[in-house]
């Protein structure tokens, strides 16, 4: 079957059964073509908890389907791959958390968007990427044990010195923000092309970037100037190629987040067509996850 009717196999099936199709900036372009709502795990996040549809289709990674069934519980929320996870996610586990809040009595607890269900239901705070320094600056707390991703973790210690971030664990990062090579962007400011690093790049390459930025903002970052350097996942390329065709983007083509590209055309019809991948929370960790989720979205 051609591409074009695969499309129009999804664009049947999710008018047929009211669903609502959520794809993450890093998804694959055939895509973008069906999504309803495409954006960063903030947008997606906040798009769930709106949605009135019955039926939600993240295209993405499990914590954002997870995230979209605790804040809109009454949807069924669906992956068309339930297996497509985020391995930053599984640097961190509940056990951990309370460990280190025995060790720092005083601290909050503030858990990035890519953790499980578990997780942020024994924190004080979820963040993303576009929101971590202004959660943590929300807090009344000085210490701050901040997990799972210490690049995230030294990004916001670096733009609030008043707060003492206590990464959580040491070694937690995303294997696709490690692949850039401080070299390569030294060529590319040589040539006087701008930068705008995710804050999961360690920070040698922050340091060198223009901007640093959740996925979302650089869509906005890049309406202006003419060319411009990526530093995240390869799939945003697409995404900025298909908001501003007249501007040219570079990335490393390899940066690839293998879960994030486990969402197909021929996954995201099956799931449509039996309502499979269903994603649920257990009971235990819904309360808590969705007060740590609800108190994030209180942050202007
Ligand atoms: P954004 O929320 O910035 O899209 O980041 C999500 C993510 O997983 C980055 O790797
Ligand atoms: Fe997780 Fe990294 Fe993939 Fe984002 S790019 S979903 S942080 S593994």
Redesign the pocket.
Known sequence: MTKRNLIADVLRLKSEKKALILAHN?QLPEIFAVADVIGDSLELALAARNATEPILVLCG?RFMAETARILNPDKMVLMPDPDAG????DFLTPAMIQKAKEQYPEAAVVVYI?STAACKAVSDSVCTSGNAVRVVRSLPQTQIIFGPDTNLASYVQSVLPEKEIIPLPEEGH????MRFDPEDLQEVKGAGIPIIAHP?CPEKIRNLADYISSTGKMAEIAQTGQAWYICT?AGMLDRLCELCPEQSFIGKEDAI?A??KKTTLQNLIACLRDLSGEITVPPDVMEGARRSLEYMLTVP
Do not use: G, I, S, T
Not at 86 to 89: F, G, I, N, Q, S
Not at 174 to 177: D, P, S, T
């Open positions: 890093y990674v985020c391995p930053l996610a890519n995303c294997y696709v923000h999961e996942e987040c879960d994030m």
